[in-house]
Structure formats: C-alpha cells, structure tokens
Nanobody, 125 residues
Framework: VQLQASGGGLVQAGGSLRLSCAAS????????MGWFRQAPGKEREFVAGINWTGSSTVYADSVKGRFTISRDNVKNTVYLQMNSLKPEDTAVYYCASVRRRFASVWRDSGEYDFWGQGTQVTVSS
C-alpha cells in the first residue's frame, strides 16, 4: 500500500490549503482514512477521519468547523480542506489508512496501518 500526500505549503493566517492523499495497493473504497499532524517537539495528533463510504467523519476539537475531510473513491484519494488557518496549525500532515476493512472512524493512531510520507504546512502570523 502506498499513500502519497501533497498540497502542503506556506500560507498566511486566515488562508486556506487543500491537502490530497492518493492511495494505491489495496481496495481504497473499503478502508477508512485519517489525517494526523505533528508539530516540532510535539506528539503526532489526530486531525480528522472518514469512514470507507464517506458518510461518517470525525474531527479534533481544534479543527472542527475549519477543516473538512472528504474522499473520492473513484480517484482513490482523500482530501483535507483547511480554512481559517492559524499559526498553531503549522505541522507535518500525514494521511493514513485504517487497519481493518469496513471499520468505523478512529482517532487512535494505532488503528491505522499504512502512512503517507507527510506534507509540510506552515502558517505565518
């Protein structure tokens, strides 16, 4: 399984970015997906998750109302639309695939078995 994250960059506070994560190697449409992030000196944290159909999503409180996770099961891609970005959103963002097929959305990183390489998001004040 390969997950290729892209779309990161440098943006001013209040701006927007859309991250993409292209998946290959197994039946994408039967696995939930998630986005995590890790800031310098901090542990990796859950950002958002989506189930295999896209009908259920979960967000960290810190991004709720600003970020939107979605997926396209034809393109085998999961997205993270990030609006109203804040300097504290600065981190490396990782996409990940849930370990079990047809599973619920998980906040726990241990429930994910494959990870993308990460894409840097930097928000300037």
């Amino acid at each position: 399984v390969q997950l290729q994250a892209s779309g990161g960059g440098l943006v001013q506070a209040g701006g927007s970015l859309r991250l993409s994560c292209a998946a290959s190697g197994r039946s994408f449409s039967t696995y939930g997906m998630g986005w995590f992030r890790q800031a310098p000196g901090k542990e990796r944290e859950f950002v958002a998750g989506i189930n295999w159909t896209g009908s259920s999503t979960v967000y960290a409180d810190s991004v709720k109302g600003r970020f939107t996770i979605s997926r396209d099961n034809v393109k085998n891609t999961v997205y993270l639309q990030m609006n109203s970005l804040k300097p504290e959103d600065t981190a490396v963002y990782y996409c990940a695939s849930v370990r079990r097929r047809f599973a619920s959305v998980w906040r726990d990183s241990g429930e994910y078995d494959f990870w993308g390489q990460g894409t840097q998001v930097t928000v300037s004040s």
